[in-house]
């Protein structure tokens, strides 16, 4: 707190009893006023209780005031207490000297009361406006290491949470089947798949495996929401979803039962949408289940053509909201060369600077165009559309595409 003027204490240093008290009477209404009669007198009291301001007598026996002043300036305690020299000489050369040793003024005897009043006011002013400048970059600084320490801190835990994060998409990643062909058993199908989260971890995922020697399950999924929260319910439902089809050829037995497993006592309030199927690799019958998830297209000699177009399937709700939900399978034929192309409405939903939609007619266009390359070739140019069409954009959805196709039956 900024200290008044009036609690501000000068000390007078003259070896004359007369200048002294005309300095007292003078001052003394304004200020608290200590006296010195000598220069040894005046640095004693400067050492046991520093004033706010120093009026010095030049001419006085045994130290002058130019060696007080020396030595005031010389100590670090008192180096920045104002000193005003007093003098009868008033020669331009003396005035030199004692503002070379660190003097900020000049008062000439007989003394002016009203001209010491003011100088006083201005210098006591000056310094009290340099204090409170001194103190408020004191707590500046203080202020701005504080904030720098907690601004460490903070980049120290956004590094440890972006370290966990990757950790956390490297081992969701490396559930993901990665390596295509995938099954030796399954040689007659042909499968890609690619999943690109929106944050560091991603709600989607898509999975495949052997239920026994002559049908293969697959599986693409989306959970509600994004990052962190929807890539653990990810991984608890692709772990209840591969337990519940093993030896199991009902797809809606295997959806069913990781329905119940999610549901009971679902307190993040995640749901999952699911498009899983089973192959029977000896003749290409499809069994499926929907649970909420958009149709897949399928490819026939470059053409496509929605799910739903081919068989009168039942959409299903989607799985991780209310236990004992009834999940019906339904039936696709599957012929020798056709795809399926099963999808996450990451892929339709995305939006471009112009606010259109991607949509399923520009999937079903870019599929066309590259229809009879390989599943691998129409995947990553189904991904390249989308990175141009969001162009400027951050991705606001996970995208995952799977395209399964049949080479020959048996």
Same mark, same amino acid.
């Given at each position: 707190?900024?200290?008044?003027?009036?609690?501000?204490?000068?000390?007078?240093?003259?070896?004359?009893?007369?200048?002294?008290?005309?300095?007292?009477?003078?001052?003394?209404?304004?200020?608290?006023?200590?006296?010195?009669?000598?220069?040894?007198?005046?640095?004693?009291?400067?050492?046991?209780?520093?004033?706010?301001?120093?009026?010095?007598?030049?001419?006085?026996?045994?130290?002058?005031?130019?060696?007080?002043?020396?030595?005031?300036?010389?100590?670090? /305690?008192?180096?920045?207490?104002?000193?005003?020299?007093?003098?009868?000489?008033?020669?331009?050369?003396?005035?030199?000297?004692?503002?070379?040793?660190?003097?900020?003024?000049?008062?000439?005897?007989?003394?002016?009361?009203?001209?010491?009043?003011?100088?006083?006011?201005?210098?006591?002013?000056?310094?009290?406006?340099?204090?409170?400048?001194?103190?408020?970059?004191?707590?500046?600084?203080?202020?701005?290491?504080?904030?720098?320490?907690?601004?460490?801190?903070?980049?120290?835990?956004?590094?440890?949470?972006?370290?966990?994060?990757?950790?956390?998409?490297?081992?969701?990643?490396?559930?993901?089947?990665?390596?295509?062909?995938?099954?030796?058993?399954?040689?007659?199908?042909?499968?890609?798949?690619?999943?690109?989260?929106?944050?560091?971890?991603?709600?989607?995922?898509?999975?495949?495996?052997?239920?026994?020697?002559?049908?293969?399950?697959?599986?693409?999924?989306?959970?509600?929401?994004?990052?962190?929260?929807?890539?653990?319910?990810?991984?608890?439902?692709?772990?209840?979803?591969?337990?519940?089809?093993?030896?199991?050829?009902?797809?809606?037995?295997?959806?069913?039962?990781?329905?119940?497993?999610?549901?009971?006592?679902?307190?993040?309030?995640?749901?999952?949408?699911?498009?899983?199927?089973?192959?029977?690799?000896?003749?290409?019958?499809?069994?499926?289940?929907?649970?909420?998830?958009? %149709?897949?297209?399928?490819?026939?000699?470059?053409?496509?053509?929605?799910?739903?177009?081919?068989?009168?399937?039942?959409?299903? %709700?989607?799985?991780?909201?209310?236990?004992?939900?009834?999940?019906?399978?339904?039936?696709?034929?599957?012929?020798?060369?056709?795809?399926?192309?099963?999808?996450?409405?990451?892929?339709?939903?995305?939006?471009?600077?112009?606010?259109?939609?991607?949509?399923?007619? /520009?999937?079903?266009?870019?599929?066309?165009?590259?229809?009879?390359?390989?599943?691998?070739?129409?995947?990553?140019?189904?991904?390249?559309?989308?990175?141009?069409?969001?162009?400027?954009?951050?991705?606001?959805?996970?995208?995952?595409?799977?395209?399964?196709?049949?080479?020959?039956?048996?």
């Amino acid at each position: 707190m900024t200290k008044d003027l009036s609690e501000c204490t000068i000390l007078a240093v003259d070896d004359t009893e007369i200048n002294l008290d005309l300095l007292v009477e003078t001052l003394g209404d304004l200020y608290e006023v200590i006296v010195a009669i000598n220069g040894f007198d005046a640095l004693e009291i400067v050492a046991s209780a520093p004033p706010d301001l120093i009026l010095l007598d030049i001419m006085m026996p045994g130290m002058d005031g130019y060696e007080v002043c020396r030595r005031l300036k010389a100590d670090d /305690r008192s180096r920045d207490i104002p000193v005003i020299f007093i003098t009868a000489m008033g020669e331009s050369e003396d005035e030199t000297k004692g503002l070379e040793l660190g003097a900020i003024d000049y008062l000439t005897k007989p003394i002016n009361p009203a001209i010491v009043q003011a100088r006083v006011k201005n210098h006591l002013q000056l310094k009290l406006a340099q204090e409170e400048l001194a103190r408020q970059n004191e707590i500046l600084e203080i202020k701005v290491q504080e904030r720098t320490r907690e601004l460490a801190r903070t980049m120290e835990e956004k590094e440890r949470i972006q370290s966990e994060l990757r950790l956390a998409r490297l081992i969701q990643q490396e559930a993901l089947p990665t390596v295509f062909p995938p099954i030796p058993e399954a040689e007659n199908v042909e499968i890609f798949a690619r999943m690109e989260p929106a944050k560091e971890v991603g709600g989607d995922y898509y999975d495949f495996f052997m239920i026994d020697k002559d049908h293969i399950g697959v599986v693409v999924a989306d959970v509600s929401g994004k990052g962190v929260p929807a890539g653990l319910f990810m991984m608890r439902t692709r772990t209840l979803l591969r337990s519940a089809a093993s030896h199991n050829l009902s797809a809606a037995a295997a959806i069913s039962k990781t329905n119940d497993s999610l549901a009971t006592d679902n307190i993040s309030a995640h749901f999952v949408t699911v498009f899983y199927f089973i192959c029977n690799l000896n003749t290409g019958l499809i069994t499926f289940c929907n649970a909420g998830h958009p %149709p897949p297209l399928i490819i026939n000699k470059g053409k496509t053509s929605v799910l739903t177009e081919r068989t009168k399937s039942i959409v299903n %709700p989607a799985i991780g909201v209310i236990e004992e939900v009834e999940y019906h399978d339904s039936l696709l034929q599957l012929e020798a060369g056709e795809s399926l192309v099963v999808f996450t409405d990451g892929v339709t939903e995305p939006v471009n600077t112009q606010e259109e939609m991607f949509g399923e007619e /520009r999937l079903a266009a870019v599929i066309e165009a590259h229809g009879h390359g390989s599943t691998q070739d129409i995947c990553r140019r189904i991904f390249a559309e989308l990175d141009d069409f969001q162009t400027g954009l951050e991705p606001f959805d996970d995208i995952t595409v799977l395209l399964f196709k049949l080479l020959r039956c048996g």
